[in-house]
T-cell receptor, first 112, second 114 residues
Framework: AQKITQTQPGMFVQEKEAVTLDCTYD???????LFWYKQPSSGEMIFLIY??????QNATEGRYSLNFQKARKSANLVISASQLGDSAMYFC?????????FGQGTRLTINP | NAGVTQTPKFRVLKTGQSMTLLCAQD?????MYWYRQDPGMGLRLIHY???????AKGEVPDGYNVSRLKKQNFLLGLESAAPSQTSVYFC?????????????FGPGTRLTVL
């Protein structure tokens, strides 16, 4: 079975600072994918970034990057230069056999 | 191109009532999924389908049934609603492929069972 652990229920960051959201995972699969989704207060799920288990380089998408440490089974999301609009719930998820397993999420609040 | 749509957006049921949630996608995706999200928690997979006419159980399937009679639609049924089924329900769809299988989510249905 696959499992995602997000140990930070809430994070408070000053605008323009960088923030790291933690994610550790457990899987017995050799091939898997790791996703981060953003859920603003409006409720929709927004895909942010993906990292494959065999990808040698860390994934980046604009201000988002994924710090992937396979041996530690961690896939932390880094948001550079945070903005007020980044305030939301953030979910890490692992994919295996076409199914996603989500963590409990981290609520990020950006203070002006 | 509407993406993934869900009907209805909100619903209140009494214990024991039944209802069907409709998910529709216009992206010709093979795979479709139903999740529930309880307060303060991540999404949990209820049922999923890898193609028209096929369904499979996810992590929390009890109390729900699904059908995928058409490729673009995935229905989630509650035969006898219970207060424990109060939740936000999300539908998603995806196309199998490499390097990854991104799931596209609908806006959600907020269900309250009294």
């Amino acid at each position: 079975a696959q499992k995602i652990t997000q140990t930070q229920p809430g994070m408070f960051v000053q605008e323009k600072e960088a923030v790291t959201l933690d994610c550790t995972y457990d899987t017995s699969d050799q091939s898997y994918g790791l996703f981060w989704y953003k859920q603003p207060s409006s409720g929709e799920m927004i895909f942010l970034i993906y990292q494959g288990s065999y990808d040698e380089q860390n994934a980046t998408e604009g201000r988002y990057s994924l710090n992937f440490q396979k041996a530690r089974k961690s896939a932390n999301l880094v948001i550079s230069a945070s903005q007020l609009g980044d305030s939301a719930m953030y979910f890490c998820a692992i994919q295996g056999a076409q199914k996603l397993v989500f963590g409990q999420g981290t609520r990020l609040t950006i203070n002006p | 191109n509407a993406g993934v749509t869900q009907t209805p957006k909100f619903r209140v049921l009494k214990t024991g009532q039944s209802m069907t949630l409709l998910c529709a996608q216009d992206m010709n995706h093979e795979y479709m999924y139903w999740y529930r999200q309880d307060p303060g928690m991540g999404l949990r997979l209820i049922h999923y389908s890898v193609g028209e006419g096929t369904t499979a159980k996810g992590e929390v399937p009890d109390g729900y049934n699904v059908s995928r009679l058409k490729k673009q639609n995935f229905l989630l049924g509650l035969e006898s609603a219970a207060p424990s089924q109060t939740s936000v329900y999300f539908c998603a769809s995806s196309v199998p492929g490499l390097p990854y299988n991104e799931q596209f989510f609908g806006p959600g249905t907020r269900l309250t069972v009294l």
